[in-house]
């Protein structure tokens, strides 16, 4: 066999093998390509992407009345429990006034209890602890600003709204101040005080959110010899939208 007859040979074997493998290639892709469209269609129901929503409703021009209750504790000879209610005002998504006012129930400490206990066992029976000023009631107007504004999802299908704000205001506290050694019964007085804090409101529906609060009050003491006191307060609210504008 000539050198011709062996490279013609040749050539055909290797158009034969790139003939059969285009084919091969070109099942195989259409193969593929089928089994590619039955995978998107099955992964894209699993994969399905849930996009974040706008914001659940609008508070610009709308009223929010809120009830709440919370623990007034760092005083060191009893614990004030305040119950009231807020109503506020939204100008915008982001700025509200807001009107609040509480009256407070209040508890021996426990530092209160064991030192009246030591007193007695030593022999002061008579022997008392006084509790010089003690908050009745406090009616404040705030400012409330919300530069904060997101999202949390639950188990992929429920998205709750939460604001964070700060607050700061001016108001009254009503007292009740006993002085020891005085012969009149306690006094009631009333202080200008200032207050500055935060909160967070999860928006629950259209119309109702949860509100925890953080309050930092500034008085000057009611009873003999002055100073500064500053009673901090933790709430929890439940709060209430009037409806939005049309």
Known sequence: MGIRSILATAVMVMVCAAGICLTSSNAIAQEDTALDRDLDKYWGDKREIRTIQKRLFMKDTRFEFTIFGGVIPNDDFQVHYP?????????????????????????????????????????????????????????????????????????????????FYIAAGVGVMGLEVDEPGADSPAEAKYKVAGNAGCGVAAYMLDFLALRLDYRHFFHEFAGSGGGLSYPAELTLGVAFFTAAPE
């Open 83 to 163: 119950l009231g209610a807020r109503a506020a005002y939204f100008f915008s998504e982001d700025i509200a006034a807001e009107l609040s006012g509480a009256y407070t129930f209040r508890q021996e400490s426990n530092l209160r209890e064991f030192l009246t206990d030591q007193f007695e066992e030593g022999g002061g029976a008579d022997a008392q602890i006084f509790i010089r000023q003690q908050i009745q009631w406090y009616a404040h107007a705030d400012i409330i600003w919300s530069p904060f504004h997101g999202k949390v999802g639950l188990f992929t299908t429920k998205l709750f709204h939460f604001d």
